[in-house]
């Protein structure tokens, strides 16, 4: 009996030591499975964070282009409201040419000629003279000569002739002012007669340009006149010769 006494306390102690193991492994299985679970928690709250921030990055980027490119549009309308602007208080300033008006223009395209483009008119070929009397043209249209001078030759030299004018005056005043000999008078006459021969100069100088086209649109006239003549009485050789002298540059 103390035999089956001992062998039931060692089953006995032999159990308690199983269902202290399995009681053992439970615990840490279960410590594993939270572990696990609180890791699994960790990634879950690091990709929400981590898709939250690429959100507002994505957010903010939109909202700089779409700042950028409002500054853009606004940029671009306000140059285009600059260049509407410019040619609209520029177009036709000082009236509107065209290319009948050449022989009108003369004395001031010859002037731009010289000046502006170092060219002598003479030397020019007809077609290139039309050529250049177009940029004049367009120059001249959006006014964007460098000078008023070849606007309007006449209406220049008359403003500069005035402005000398009254220069050369208020030096006579000023002088009288303080000097009264005789020899400073002498001077000043001089000065005044030197302005007038001036004057007299350039309005002879116009009447001699003017003279000279009329001269030469009555030339031309003519011509015109005797080619049509020559062509209804059917002699082509001679139109052809007269149309050769009016445009050199038309191949017959």
Known sequence: SESEDYSGSENSGSDSESESESEDGRKRRKRRERRKREERERERRKREKRRKREKEDE????????EKEEKRKKKRRDKEKGKVGA?????????IIREIDMWNKRPEFTAWLAEIKQVNLESLPNWEEKKMFKQYMEDYNTATFPSKKYYNLDAYHRRK????????FKKVVKTERVVF???EQRRQEML?????QKEQEVEALKQAMKGGMAEAMTEQARLKEEMAYMYKIGNFEAAAAI??????DVAM
């Open 59 to 66: 957010k903010r980027k939109k909202k700089r282009r779409r």
């Open 87 to 95: 040619v609209t208080n520029s177009w036709g300033k000082y009236g």
């Open 161 to 168: 002739m005035e402005k000398e004018m009254k220069k050369g």
């Open 181 to 183: 000999d005789d020899e």
């Open 192 to 196: 005044q007669a030197r302005e007038k």
């Open 243 to 248: 149309q050769r002298k009016l445009d050199p």
